[in-house]
């Protein structure tokens, strides 16, 4: 079980880009025949229940506990789902949604480094633009 809460942290990217990578996942794993049909109910039953009008705490009542309250139901959705499938699918698909990141920013500058400047003067083509 601690595998699958250090799968879900991505200490070196920002909160936006672990967002996506965990959509990612969960439309992978969804996709994925091994992972039990029940299992992917979960996921679209947090999705239902947010879109649909009932609610367990009313928003009219109290907005903020309203909205809370949908976005408990998300989290608790999503991550019943990952907890439960395969250790092995879910670290099969991390390992696959690193490699595409990581090939993203292979060719990337280090922190701290600089790239090369390199001074151009621009020319007019003949025959092109105007």
Same mark, same amino acid.
């Not at 909160?15 to 994925?32: E, P, S, T, V, Y």
């Given at each position: 079980?601690?595998?699958?809460?250090?799968?879900?942290?991505?200490?070196?990217?920002?909160?936006?880009?672990?967002?996506?990578?965990?959509?990612?996942?969960?439309?992978?794993?969804?996709?994925?025949?091994?992972?039990?049909?029940?299992?992917?109910? =979960?996921?679209? +039953? $947090? #999705?239902?229940? @947010? &879109?649909?009008?009932? !609610? =367990?705490?009313? +928003? $009219? #009542?109290?907005? @903020? &506990?309203?909205?809370? !309250?949908?976005?408990?139901?998300?989290?608790?959705?999503?991550?019943?789902?990952?907890?439960?499938?395969?250790?092995?699918?879910?670290?099969?698909?991390?390992?696959?949604?690193?490699?595409?990141?990581?090939?993203?920013?292979?060719?990337?500058?280090?922190?701290?480094?600089?790239?090369?400047?390199?001074?151009?003067?621009?020319?007019?083509?003949?025959?092109?633009?105007?």
């Amino acid at each position: 079980m601690a595998d699958k809460k250090k799968i879900l942290q991505y200490v070196d990217r920002g909160f936006i880009q672990n967002l996506a990578m965990q959509g990612k996942l969960i439309l992978r794993l969804m996709g994925d025949k091994r992972v039990n049909f029940f299992l992917k109910l =979960l996921p679209i +039953g $947090a #999705l239902i229940y @947010v &879109v649909s009008p009932i !609610d =367990l705490i009313p +928003g $009219a #009542l109290l907005p @903020v &506990v309203g909205t809370l !309250d949908d976005a408990a139901v998300i989290w608790l959705g999503i991550s019943l789902f990952v907890n439960l499938c395969p250790e092995e699918v879910v670290q099969e698909h991390m390992d696959a949604l690193q490699k595409v990141v990581n090939s993203r920013a292979r060719n990337a500058p280090e922190q701290g480094e600089t790239d090369e400047v390199i001074d151009v003067e621009a020319h007019d083509i003949p025959g092109k633009g105007q």
